[in-house]
């Protein structure tokens, strides 16, 4: 089975930086892309970032450009979310997501293996 890691999470105030990561363990699996998504209470999953493993290209939700970096190393199928200016509205539980198939990168549904979450909280 296949296991995702989030840490990093955590209380921040408004204006503070966070950098979340995401570790694998278990059986090994292939992937093209892993991203981000978020999920605040009352609110549908959203996407946040991806990074495609093929050319390293990066995706990021229309909101999350400029203020928020995806990073990750293919070999250790390892990402990292850099979070800067944090905003009340950026409060979610962030999951990281393994895609493997050809799904739209920025849909949930493109992805196979997703962690349990990691809850950031940003104060006012």
């Known amino acids: 089975q296949v296991h995702l890691v989030e840490s990093g999470g955590g209380l921040v105030q408004a204006g503070d930086s966070l950098r979340l990561s995401c570790v694998p363990s278990?059986?090994?699996?292939?992937?093209?892309?892993m991203g981000w998504f978020r999920q605040a209470p009352g609110k549908e999953r959203e996407f946040v970032a991806a990074?495609?493993?093929?050319?390293?290209?990066?995706y990021y939700g229309n909101t999350m450009k400029g203020t928020f970096t995806i990073s990750g190393d293919s070999a250790k199928k390892t990402i990292y979310l850099e979070m800067s200016n944090l905003k009340p509205e950026d409060t979610a539980v962030y999951y990281c997501?393994?895609?493997?198939?050809?799904?739209?990168?920025?849909?949930?549904?493109?992805?196979?293996?997703w962690g349990q979450g990691t809850q950031v909280t940003v104060s006012s």
């Open positions: 997501a393994v895609r493997d198939g050809l799904g739209y990168i920025k849909r949930s549904s493109a992805y196979s293996y």
């Open positions: 990074i495609s493993w093929i050319g390293g290209y990066t």
């Open positions: 278990g059986r090994t699996f292939s992937s093209n892309a």
